[in-house]
C-alpha cells in the first residue's frame, strides 16, 4: 500500500522559509516523478515542482522559480521542497503526489499523478 505523508507546513512571515517533508512508504520515490501541488482557498490544485526519475531533472511553475527548490533523499525516501523567500500568494495545502509514466508534456498535469498525500498546510503573513 502506497502512502505519501507530508509534513513541515505551518505559518510563516513573508519572506520567511519553510521546508517540507514528503515521506513515501510502498513505493521507491527514485522510481518515480514525484511533485509538489498546492491549492489556495477557491481556487484549482496547481503544480508547483517536479523531480523526475529520468534524469533527475527539475521543474518548476514560474512563479516559485528561485525561490524553491524540489529535492530527493533516496536513503530516506523522501522528498523534499524547500520554499526561500515565502510570499502571501504562496498559501495553499501544498500536496506531495508520484507518477511513473507521465512524459514530459503531462508533467505539470495533476491527472498524470496516481498517488497523493493529504497535504500540508503553508500559511504566508504579511
Known amino acids: 500500500q502506497v502512502q505519501l505523508v507530508e509534513s513541515g507546513g505551518g505559518l510563516v512571515q513573508a519572506g520567511g522559509s519553510l521546508r517540507l517533508s514528503c515521506a513515501a512508504s510502498?513505493?521507491?520515490?527514485?522510481?518515480?516523478?514525484m511533485a509538489w501541488f498546492r491549492q489556495a482557498p477557491g481556487k484549482e490544485r496547481e503544480f508547483v515542482a517536479v523531480i523526475r526519475y529520468r534524469g533527475n531533472n527539475e521543474y518548476y511553475r514560474d512563479s516559485v522559480k528561485g525561490r524553491f527548490t524540489i529535492s530527493r533523499d533516496n536513503a530516506k525516501n523522501t522528498v523534499y521542497l524547500q520554499m526561500n523567500s515565502l510570499i502571501i500568494e504562496d498559501t495553499a495545502v501544498y500536496y506531495c503526489?508520484?507518477?511513473?509514466?507521465?512524459?514530459?508534456?503531462?508533467?505539470?498535469?495533476?491527472?498524470?499523478?496516481?498517488?497523493w498525500g493529504q497535504g500540508t498546510q503553508v500559511t504566508v503573513s504579511s
Open positions: 503526489a508520484a507518477d511513473r509514466e507521465a512524459i514530459l508534456s503531462a508533467i505539470r498535469d495533476l491527472n498524470m499523478y496516481d498517488y
Open positions: 510502498g513505493l521507491t520515490v527514485r522510481n518515480y516523478n
